[in-house]
């Protein structure tokens, strides 16, 4: 089942972070042991050696990994504070890591969860560091040792444009681990680090296409305390960080710092301000510093506006002159948890983790209607509209998970997306036949090969049920998804609950009573029972197999002995181990109910069921199974074409219906919990 955790409205304080080391000792424990043996840290789950570099090529020159105290005489963690000039590239294809640690030093408090200040190279210097990342709804603390790969005495990845300062060096160093590797960094989006730095969701506008209340979003998104960041597109790498004449440069990254609404000659002028990290080269145009805009606002409007404002490298400009001249706006939108009090507004936060699992969660996009249904499921219940509207905003993202890791086994991203549906009443989990006639009030823009799809919504009040998919059917991933609100709202897994009614059979008819069907069973039966009258579970075979052996429409081998000891577990009422002919009556005719649902669900008439039906099928029978339960089964019983034959398909209904009757059967007091001893564990999971 995913786990599901919801965060919401106010500081929670920060969230401790779990320890990553594969001895599970922490930074504080490693440091102090090195101290007391008088060594320098050497890190055993990331060693200093060309696995840590690459995985998919060998390493082009001579590399030596050497500590800073070998490569400069008076190393500093960090010199004169934290700032973008502490981030220069090196041989690695990760600029979207480095525009966003330029953007993480701009936001000193969450700078200082990732960059904890609590070590250097002199109190406690044990050449061991940590860093702290959040990762699928976890902060995480990643030890380092301090060994950084060189040439010539020279760092060859990320370092400082300071020759004696480490911490972006040790940054990148404990990203690349938390990664498997420093190639797993290459190519990336600033947003998907900025996600790692903060726990939060990423939004991306393109302003030429912008939604007509970009300033409402972008406001609230500031009071939300969100990180947001801007920039202007390059049509070729020679326009990189080209300045144009209104003083604007190209293929740079900005940070956007504030919003405001003044009155302007009788109008209302909505206001951005932007903030280059360069610390200079400034807008030049209408609203710029000094410019006589600012002379047409009432004197206490302007000196409100511009109280906070930064001399060096920071403007106005008036919105729509924002829009024009810039093509990208990315919003990092904050989790409750890495907020302070301070903040105005706090968004509300549900979250899952989840699986398509191929043959039984992995449904594939709309186009497979056949199996798009048994996708996860999410219910979201909106009921409170936002403050100044009468609909409800939203932004939910699918990330997919550890993907980078996976790159050294040969897979990459999946193609990922996902859509919104208005939830029927009363459903656990959704059928075919319900998306079949019902199109989606929302879904993402696109499927695409991302880590991360997130899209903003302003939907009426009312259940939603939002269901994440791969493009492509049988594609397997771990995901997660997360919901903002700005209003609290319900979610819930859909398909979760696991249950059973399976009433008793009735009386088997009394030998006058037989019908032609039964008395030639018993002539069967009577043929193959010995002295006793009953049949053993070799017997029990043969007997099987010779009657389904005329249904032509059921394809299978023959049930196999293993299929039949289950049977009889199910049904030998006086624990004798074999079945006397009353009990294979009752059998029978849930047999005969069982080849009537197999048959319905092969609807190509195979002779085999799609293991994708299999939850439908179950619960025609009576039993109610959660996605958990669903992917077990699918990788048990399931072939490599995601098919259940007629054999396959009988002993797990046959081994589920025994299980259930005989947890119903010690759950005396129906709290849906029994306990049980290793003694009645063993005899239980033997006699399935």
């Not at 041989?91 to 250097?120: E, M, N, Y």
């Not at 797990?652 to 007091?669: S, W």
Request: glycine share 6%; with cysteine.
């Amino acid at each position: 089942m995913p786990l599901q955790s919801t965060l919401s409205g106010g500081s929670s304080g920060s969230t401790k972070a779990l320890d990553t080391q594969s001895d599970g000792k922490s930074f504080e424990q490693l440091r102090q042991e090195c101290l007391q043996r008088g060594v320098l840290f050497e890190d055993p789950d990331f060693p200093a050696t060309d696995s840590s570099l690459f995985f998919s090529q060998s390493v082009p020159v001579q590399i030596e990994w050497k500590r800073p105290t070998e490569l400069c005489h008076n190393p500093k963690f960090i010199e004169g504070g934290a700032d973008r000039t502490d981030i220069c590239q090196g041989q690695l294809g990760d600029c979207w890591l480095l525009a966003a640690i330029a953007s993480l030093t701009l936001k000193k408090d969450t700078l200082t969860r990732v960059v904890p200040h609590d070590q250097d190279f002199e109190n406690k210097y044990a050449g061991i560091f940590h860093f702290q990342f959040w990762q699928h709804n976890k902060w995480l603390d990643v030890v380092v040792d301090d060994r950084l790969p060189s040439v010539r005495n020279q760092l060859i990845m990320l370092h400082s444009a300071s020759n004696n300062e480490f911490w972006s060096a040790l940054l990148e160093k404990a990203y690349a681990k938390l990664h498997g590797s420093y190639e797993s960094l290459k190519g990336g989006s600033t947003m998907e680090a900025m996600e790692d730095f903060t726990g939060g969701v990423g939004e991306i506008y393109d302003t030429k296409k912008a939604p007509d209340n970009l300033f409402t979003v972008m406001k609230k998104a500031l009071d939300r305390g969100s990180m947001m960041g801007c920039s202007i597109d390059i049509t070729s790498s020679a326009e990189s960080e080209a300045k144009t004449t209104t003083g604007l440069v190209k293929g740079h990254a900005y940070s956007i710092t504030g919003l405001e609404e003044v009155n302007s000659g009788g109008r209302k002028v909505q206001l951005i301000r932007i903030r280059n990290p360069w610390g200079q080269v400034e807008w030049n145009g209408p609203w710029s510093d000094n410019s006589r805009e600012w002379n047409y606002i009432d004197r206490a409007e302007k000196n409100r506006v511009l109280q906070n404002s930064s001399d060096d490298g920071e403007f106005w400009m008036e919105f729509e002159d924002f829009k024009r001249n810039y093509d990208k706006v990315e919003i990092c939108n904050m989790t409750p948890d890495d907020l302070n009090d301070s903040t105005k507004r706090h968004w509300e936060v549900n979250m899952f983790e989840g699986n398509w699992i191929r043959g039984s969660t992995a449904g594939g996009c709309r186009n497979y209607i056949d199996t798009f249904w048994t996708n996860p499921q999410f219910k979201l219940k909106l009921e409170d509209a936002d403050d100044d509207d009468d609909v409800c905003s939203v932004v939910i993202a699918l990330m997919q998970k550890n993907r980078r890791k996976l790159r050294k086994e040969g897979l990459d991203l999946e193609t990922i997306g996902f859509a919104v549906y208005e939830a029927p009443e009363n459903e656990d989990h959704t059928g075919k036949d319900f998306f079949r006639y019902h199109a989606s009030k929302a879904r993402s823009r696109t499927y695409i090969n991302m880590r991360e799809v997130s899209e903003r919504f302003t939907l009426p009040p009312g259940n939603y049920l939002l269901v994440p998919t791969t493009f492509q059917p049988h594609h397997e991933a771990d995901f997660l998804v997360r919901i903002f609100s700005e209003k609290k709202a319900g979610a819930l897994e859909m398909g979760s609950e696991v249950d059973a009614d399976l009433p008793d059979p009735p009386p088997p008819s009394a030998p006058e009573e037989e019908t032609d069907e039964e008395k030639g069973l018993r002539r069967l039966f009577d043929q193959l029972a010995g002295p006793d009258k009953a049949i053993s579970v070799r017997e029990l075979q043969q007997m099987l197999n010779g009657v389904l052996s005329r249904r032509k429409e059921i394809k299978f081998d023959g049930l196999t002995l293993s299929t039949c000891h289950s049977i009889i577990n199910l049904m030998d009422v006086d624990n004798t181990g074999k079945m006397e002919f009353q009990e294979f009556k009752v059998f029978w005719e849930k047999m005969k109910k069982w080849i009537m649902l197999f048959l319905s669900f092969d609807t190509d008439r195979s002779g085999k069921m799609s293991s994708y039906e299999l939850r439908s099928a179950l619960k025609a029978a009576g039993m109610q199974l959660n996605n958990k339960l669903l992917q077990l089964i699918g990788l048990r019983f399931a072939d490599e074409n995601y098919d259940i034959d007629f054999d396959d398909y009988l002993t797990c209904i046959v081994r589920l219906e025994n299980m259930f009757r005989v947890f119903q059967a010690m759950d005396k007091y129906k709290r849906g919990r029994v306990n049980v001893n290793i003694m009645q564990f063993l005899m239980l999971a033997m006699n399935v």
